[in-house]
C-alpha cells in the first residue's frame, strides 16, 4: 500500500525557513521520482519541485527557484523539501506525491499547513 506522511510545516515569519519531511512506505522513493505540490485556498493547485528518479535532476516552479532545494534520502525513504527566504505567498498547504512533472502528481499524502505571516 502506497502512502507518504508529510511534516514540517508551521508558522514562521517572512525571511524564515522551514524544512518539510516525506516519509513513503510500501514502495522505494529510489525507483520514482518524487515532489511537492501546494494548494492555496482559492488558489489552483501548483507545482513546486520534481525530483527525478534517474538522473537526480529536479525542476523546480518558477516562483520557488533559488529558494527550495529538494533532496531525498534513500536510507531513511524520506524526501524533504528545505524552503528558505519564505514570503506570504508561500502560504499553502503543501503535498508530497509522485510525479512526472510539476504539472502531473499522483498518490499524495495528507498535506502539512506552511503559514508565512508578521
Not at 20 to 34: E, K, M, Q, W
Not at 83 to 98: G, Q, S, W
Amino acid at each position: 500500500q502506497v502512502q507518504l506522511v508529510e511534516s514540517g510545516g508551521g508558522a514562521v515569519q517572512p525571511g524564515g525557513s522551514l524544512r518539510l519531511s516525506c516519509v513513503a512506505s510500501g514502495f522505494l522513493l529510489d525507483a520514482f521520482a518524487i515532489g511537492w505540490f501546494r494548494q492555496a485556498p482559492g488558489k489552483e493547485r501548483e507545482g513546486v519541485s520534481c525530483l527525478s528518479a534517474h538522473d537526480g535532476s529536479a525542476d523546480y516552479g518558477d516562483s520557488v527557484k533559488g529558494r527550495f532545494t529538494i533532496s531525498r534520502d534513500s536510507t531513511h525513504n524520506t524526501a524533504y523539501l528545505q524552503m528558505n527566504n519564505l514570503k506570504p505567498e508561500d502560504t499553502a498547504v503543501y503535498y508530497c506525491a509522485r510525479c512526472r512533472s510539476l504539472f502531473s502528481f499522483t498518490s499524495w499524502g495528507q498535506g502539512t499547513q506552511v503559514t508565512v505571516s508578521s
